[in-house]
């Protein structure tokens, strides 16, 4: 009677023991074991790699370390990594009209720094340029209302607020220079 009811045991281990052998024969020849393995493998790899490296130190003092990460929780916006270079890059995106008003604007104080004549001339017919081509492109914003440059006239301009600036600067000097002593032979006894 004992024996009776481990038979049916072995039969069933035998048959899971069979079915596995089967289905070790099956993925052997499909090559699914094969592809386990290394995903395991890699895996393990991977890990054993970041240990090494954080035993190296080589995660200690990141950029960010303990800082929370930013934007983390706000709604997906599709074209972040646009939004994020603008605001790196600190890049004014404006409609060409407007960011060629924002030039002209600028443009006197932008050709102060310039030193020669012929910076100041390419820097003007440059300007010119991009004012005449945006004045002939369709382009989405306000209307264009800058003007071209007279290029002869800017430049009499540069050249009248050089001359002051370098004035300016050569009595700033002249003033700071201390008056120069008089020797002791020339000095009149009291």
Same mark, same amino acid.
């Given at each position: 009677?004992?024996?009776? %009811? ?5 039969? #069933? !281990? ?5 079915? +596995?052998?089967?289905? #070790? ?44 990460? #930013? ?6 916006? %599709? ?12 890049i004014?995106?404006l ?5 060629? !008003?924002?030039e002209?604007? /600028?443009?006197?104080?932008? *050709? ?10 390419? /820097? *003007? /017919? ?6 005449? =081509?945006? $004045? ?5 914003? @306000? @209307?264009?209302?800058?003007? @071209? !440059?007279?290029?002869?006239? +800017?430049?009499? +301009?540069?050249? /009248?607020r050089?001359?002051? !600036? ?9 003033? +700071?220079r %201390?008056? %120069?002593? $008089? =020797?002791?032979?020339? $000095?009149?006894?009291?």
């Amino acid at each position: 009677m004992s024996d009776s %009811p481990e038979q049916p045991r072995d039969t #069933a !281990r035998s048959s899971e023991h069979s079915q +596995a052998e089967d289905e #070790a024969e099956r993925r052997k020849r499909s090559g699914e074991s094969a592809a386990h393995a290394r995903i395991a493998n890699q895996a393990s790899w991977v890990d054993q790699q970041v240990r090494v490296a954080m035993a190296k130190g080589e995660f200690d003092d990141l950029p960010g370390a303990g800082k929370p990460i #930013a934007d983390l929780g706000t709604e997906h916006y %599709p074209d972040w990594w646009i939004k994020r270079l603008v605001e790196r890059e600190q890049i004014a995106v404006l409609p060409p009209s407007v960011a060629l !008003r924002k030039e002209d604007a /600028e443009l006197d104080d932008r *050709l102060d720094t310039l030193a020669f004549e012929g910076d100041v001339r390419r /820097e *003007l /017919e440059d300007f010119n340029e991009r004012v005449i =081509r945006a $004045r002939y492109s369709l382009s989405p914003g @306000p @209307p264009l209302v800058t003007m @071209p !440059r007279d290029v002869d006239a +800017a430049l009499d +301009a540069w050249r /009248e607020r050089r001359t002051a !600036r370098l004035d300016a600067q050569r009595a700033a000097l002249a003033a +700071a220079r %201390p008056a %120069p002593r $008089r =020797r002791w032979w020339q $000095r009149r006894r009291g």
